[in-house]
């Protein structure tokens, strides 16, 4: 069978590491920041490189001379030479969804957080007590199921008639990496 080489261990994937092992590959992990002389080794052999944020150089291409294939768990391929691998005509692919909820939940919080100043708000609380907090400059606004606006502080019912605000901010992000792909 293959083997298969997946950077960044301290990133567990005991799913994945289980399918490939179970498929009867040999698995080698190793660490996120290994050196690019002990990687450029392992990889000699290598048919497949799996790999997040470990940066898969030329040299570590033109040293693995079996490789087949070079998979980002994760969005962008920046880390990878991808002129050395398309010279080799090695495919590099990525997990363009990786992640998604969780970044949609960040902004989201973020936005939030920026809305309501908690900065500010935390700072004052932890050097004076208890304070009232300044009106907000922004704040969520739910809709009921018959459209009719709802209060500034949506009630539980009115979330789950309206839903979470996921959805919008997984489409808002889709939208914002679509205007970024247009030349």
Known sequence: MAKVVRTDRELEL???????RTAGHEL????????????????????????????????????????????KYGVGIDAVDIAAAQERGIPVVNVPEYAEETVAEGAFALMMALAKNLKKL??????????????PLAGVRARGQDGRRGRS????HE??????????????????????DAP
């Open 122 to 135: 935390e700072k004052a609380m932890s050097t004076e007590g208890w304070v009232w907090p300044e009106a």
């Open 28 to 71: 080698v992990l190793l660490p996120d920041g290994i050196a690019e002389a002990r990687l450029t080794e392992e990889a000699s052999d290598a048919q497949l490189i799996l790999m997040c944020y470990t940066p898969i150089t030329r040299r570590v291409i033109e040293g693995a001379r079996r490789l087949k294939g070079i998979v």
């Open 14 to 20: 005991p799913g994945v590491d289980a399918g490939l």
């Open 159 to 180: 979330l789950r008639a309206h839903g979470d605000g996921l959805s919008h901010a997984r489409a808002f992000l889709r939208s914002v990496r679509r205007q970024g």
């Open 153 to 156: 502080r949506p009630h539980r």
